[in-house]
């Protein structure tokens, strides 16, 4: 009878704190690791610093293309700029050109 008392009072406590500690440990794991914990909001400030220079790169390149799109549209056609869509489409140079061959990236 005895023994049965203090198994019960050494088992008891023992189980509920190991099940709150479980508990509490599946809660904490999930804080720092799940969906929105502390570990993925530095991941999404990396996912978000790569993309606004991807950003960055990609509004250059469109300026480019718009300012080359407003060379061509103008009610005077730049002729250097004709020139050079006409030589790279054709795939001609004139006599004085440099040309460079540059190796294939494969």
Not at 9 to 17: E, Q, R, S, T, V
Not at 26 to 31: K, L, N, P, S
Not at 65 to 76: D, K, P, T, V, Y
Request: hydrophobic share 40%; charged share 30%.
């Amino acid at each position: 009878m005895v023994v049965r008392r203090r198994l019960r009072a050494i088992l008891f406590p023992l189980c509920l704190y190991s099940v709150s500690g479980a508990a509490g440990g599946y809660f904490v794991w999930h804080a720092v690791n799940g969906e929105r914990g502390l570990k993925t909001q530095d991941e999404y400030q990396l996912k978000i610093a790569g993309l606004q220079t991807q950003l960055h790169q990609l509004e250059e390149d469109r300026a480019l293309w718009r300012h080359r799109i407003e060379l061509m549209n103008s009610a005077i056609i730049d002729r250097d700029l004709l020139d050079e869509e006409t030589r790279s489409l054709l795939g001609r140079a004139d006599k004085n050109d440099l040309i460079v061959f540059l190796p294939k990236a494969e």
